[in-house]
């Protein structure tokens, strides 16, 4: 088995690599060669629904799988929806100007980061469509 680093900076083992377009370049998505957990029934259900959802609600700029959503992460390891593990190589693209120290935002803050705190935007979570939705229906946008 061999661990390959791609260019959306997840790293993955496997022993026979997949190929995706990722903007208008390839990159090697390698899944662990152990099996996950038995995922849930629903896990199919809620990776349809948030690539569904983000469609609509989400300003299309990155080209992100359409079977990985991100559900938690611990560490330096992420889990999908099927709950398959990936090592988080990708750096964030942007940085929180929300200032700091605020009660409410620490709070939120604090009960978010025991479950996933960022991923690279090449590709989907569930909190980012839910924010996405609120904005959307919350303002001008539709």
């Known amino acids: 088995m061999k661990l390959q680093a791609s260019s959306s900076g997840v790293k993955h083992a496997r ?3 997949a190929q995706r377009p990722l903007a208008g370049r390839r990159v090697s998505l390698r899944v662990s060669a152990t099996a996950a957990p038995a995922a849930p029934p629903a896990a199919a259900n809620i990776t349809k ?13 990155y080209a ?8 938690r992460g611990k560490g330096s390891k992420l889990y999908d929806a ?6 988080d190589m990708a750096a964030g693209i942007a940085v929180n100007a929300l200032g700091h120290s605020d009660p409410t935002w620490y709070a939120a803050l604090s009960e978010q980061a025991q479950l996933l705190t ?8 569930q909190p980012q469509v839910e924010l996405a939705k609120r904005l959307v229906n919350n303002s001008f946008a539709d």
């Open 118 to 125: 960022h991923t690279s935007n090449l590709f989907h979570t």
């Open 82 to 87: 099927n709950g398959k593990e990936y090592l």
């Open 49 to 61: 629904q948030v690539v569904s959802e983000e469609a609509q609600y989400v300003l299309q700029t």
């Open 15 to 17: 022993h026979a690599p």
């Open 64 to 71: 992100r799988p359409a079977d990985i959503v991100f559900m």
